[in-house]
């Protein structure tokens, strides 16, 4: 995975990481982290995730009726952006919505609790809560930094065609 993050707070913004994130070739051994901007590198624990696999992975497990999910997850950029992540998943909800792509889905309400590895804190460094659609749509959305709370609703949805391969 390659990426290029900036973090801004308002008026102020942090360093910006740039780099690329390699996965062990085998779920046991260990990936790492090289950065271009600012420089270094870092480890990866054997069997972490990258963004997409992160979300087909509890997606997946909803599906299948597992309730909890916990796993290694690098999203790009800081060793802070690698974290160990713990989800809590409910019991179906019956479909809601009526627009084109969510009718007639089931959902479930998902709560993620990001911890830095390693570290012995009781409280995570963050959480995410949203519900979670058949097929990976996300509707409500909410993201718990401890100091600042973000939420957003789905405005629109728009289904695009498969792409002809």
Known sequence: MTFETT??????????????????P????????DLDVPGGTFALGPATL???AHSRAVLDAALR???MVTHKLCEGGSPAAYTVV???ISDPRPPDRTEPGLA?????????AHFRPGSIAE?????IGFRLYEGGIIDILELDFGTFRV?????????LPAPRC
């Open 65 to 67: 009726g597992n309730r």
């Open 7 to 24: 973090n801004v707070y308002g008026t102020q913004q942090d360093p910006p990481f740039a780099g690329r994130a390699v996965r062990a």
């Open 50 to 52: 990258f963004p997409s």
């Open 86 to 88: 713990s989800v809590v």
């Open 104 to 112: 007639g889905k089931s959902s479930w309400n998902v709560r993620e």
């Open 123 to 127: 409280t995570p460094a963050y959480e």
């Open 26 to 33: 085998n779920a046991a051994g260990q990936g790492h982290v």
């Open 151 to 159: 939420a957003a609703r789905l405005a629109s949805l728009e289904i």
